[in-house]
């Protein structure tokens, strides 16, 4: 099975940028989807960004568009998060997320935490103003 590791968050000013890093451990990263997703406190998990398993293809939240970019190196088991002109609304905890993957489905389909099966256990990324 798979176990994930995210790395890279910190405390950074409002306009910085910043990579997250997520490294899978287990079996290769090779037919699963990846995502990323955040929570503040005494908010839901939201979504933020995904990446499909063959074609690559990506998906992100209308707030992060532009700004964030999801990557992925199956050679090395790790998925990138690289954000660009972070917001103090950017402040949370971010997860790394592995779904088994089938086929391709629709863009809606990656954004719901419940089509993924493995979680990291987060890196925190505070933005101050």
């Known amino acids: 099975q798979v176990q994930l590791v995210e790395s890279g968050g910190g405390l950074v000013q409002a306009g910085a940028s910043l990579r997250l890093s997520c490294v899978g451990s287990g079996r290769t990263f090779n037919n699963y989807h990846m995502g990323w997703f955040r929570q503040a406190p005494g908010k839901e998990r939201e979504f933020v960004a995904a990446?499909?398993?063959?074609?690559?293809?990506?998906f992100y939240a209308a707030s992060v568009k532009g700004r964030f970019t999801i990557s992925r190196d199956n050679a090395k088991n790790t998925v990138y998060l690289q954000m660009h002109s972070l917001e103090p609304e950017d402040t949370a905890v971010y997860y790394c997320?592995?779904?088994?993957?089938?086929?391709?489905?629709?863009?809606?389909?990656?954004?719901?935490?419940?089509?993924?099966?493995?979680w990291g256990q987060g890196t925190q990324v505070t933005v101050s103003s």
């Open positions: 990446i499909t398993w063959n074609v690559f293809s990506t």
């Open positions: 997320a592995a779904g088994l993957s089938r086929t391709l489905f629709s863009g809606s389909y990656y954004s719901d935490r419940r089509s993924y099966d493995y």
